[in-house]
């Protein structure tokens, strides 16, 4: 028997990476600071990192909580 810990993480894993991806490359394409960067200066270069880390910690967070509620309704 598989347990309720086991299954919760092939489940949370097979569709983060299907709702994760997408989403991320939305919102990078459409964000004007990290598209129009210039990356004339070095406080460019940490304003891109800024803003994609942002971008990956942020939608990566409610990727996972979206999944957890799913998860919670099945």
């Known amino acids: 028997m598989i347990s309720n810990e086991s299954s919760y993480r092939t489940y ?9 991806l997408p989403i991320v490359t939305i919102g990078i394409l459409s964000d004007p600071m990290i598209m129009e960067n210039t990356f004339s200066s070095f406080e460019d270069i940490g304003e ?27």
């Open 12 to 20: 949370f894993w097979k569709r983060f990476w299907i709702f994760f």
């Open 48 to 74: 891109f990192v800024f803003y994609s880390v942002y971008y990956v910690v942020v939608i990566g967070g409610l990727t996972a909580f979206a999944i957890s509620l799913k998860w919670r309704r099945k």
